[in-house]
């Protein structure tokens, strides 16, 4: 590859961040692609997070993911948020422009649905409701997601039941938020669990959840990928629920944003899997 090809530079913020397989995942792609550039880990505070953002241009990076906690709190640094980002209320990429702006985008919605069905499962849009754990930024993705692609009910829980309440509110009579006492019994007829939170991520406690009520037919998320079985997915395979873990929602949010950074739209090959499952 010619040495005048801009090296362009992007990596993933947040905090901590360290956990990350976002860099064997973009490095892969560039390599793949014969690119000049390289994906990295952006430790960033939360207080900090508008001075990080806004140094982007200042040392030429091409933009960032991000993770959590920033993906909320971006909203109101960013200079420019796509239709999207703008009703979830969380942006995930950033892409800084031509003029040293920058932009917010959302791919995490799309990532979800897109590991949905790349598990294959019986489950479809209409196949009846879904309970989602979590208000956060991320669940507000899987929630328009989800009302995107036709689901008839979404039951919504957290811990902090106001802001159930209000997302509820916010994305309108198909969304219906349930008291956090009420959870297990909100599995009743389920087609789809979601967990949003980070419980059962690695050095977190799990999900206090039970599946008593959630039908077999049901499918299982969890968009916490490390570790790749959290407990939710282990108590959900045991009693025969197929379940789906968080590693496709991110292999898939990271395709658009590839693109918009490195101008190439990469796939989720079967070389790209095998490095991922040997950091695990």
């Known amino acids: ?35 000049r550039g390289a994906y ?7 207080s900090r997070l508008e001075q990080a953002l806004r140094a982007l241009p200042v040392l030429g990076i091409a933009g960032c993911n991000l993770t959590i906690p920033h993906k909320i709190d971006a909203m109101t640094i960013v200079d420019h948020v796509d239709a999207l980002g703008a009703r979830i209320g969380a942006v995930n990429t950033i892409v800084v422009n031509a003029d040293g702006s920058l932009s917010g985008r959302n791919t995490d919605a799309y990532g979800f649905i897109q590991s949905l069905y790349e598990a294959r499962s019986p489950w479809t849009p209409d196949s009846g409701p879904a309970c989602v754990i979590g208000a956060g930024g991320a669940a507000r993705a899987v929630v328009v997601g989800l009302l995107d692609e036709g689901v008839p009910e979404i039951r919504l829980t957290n811990r902090s039941e106001a802001k159930a309440h209000d997302m509820a509110q916010e994305f309108g009579p198909r969304v219906k938020a349930v008291a956090w006492s009420e959870r297990h019994a909100a599995l009743e007829g389920a087609a789809l669990l979601v967990n949003t939170t980070n419980q059962g991520m690695h050095g977190q406690p799990a999900l206090d959840l039970r599946l008593d009520a959630l039908p077999i037919t049901a499918l299982v998320s969890d968009i916490v990928y490390v570790p790749m079985q959290t407990p939710l997915l282990a108590a959900a395979a045991a009693r025969g629920n197929q379940t789906v873990n968080g590693l496709g929602m991110l292999l898939h949010q990271a395709r658009p944003a590839f693109e918009a950074w490195f101008g190439v739209l990469p796939s989720v090959g079967p070389e790209l899997l095998t490095k991922i499952h040997a950091t695990f």
């Open 1 to 35: 590859m010619a040495h005048d090809t801009p090296y362009q530079l992007a990596g993933v913020m947040g905090w901590p961040v360290a956990h990350s397989r976002s860099p064997v995942i973009h490095n892969h792609w560039i390599e793949e692609h014969k690119l």
């Open 40 to 46: 990295v880990l952006l430790p960033v505070e939360p």
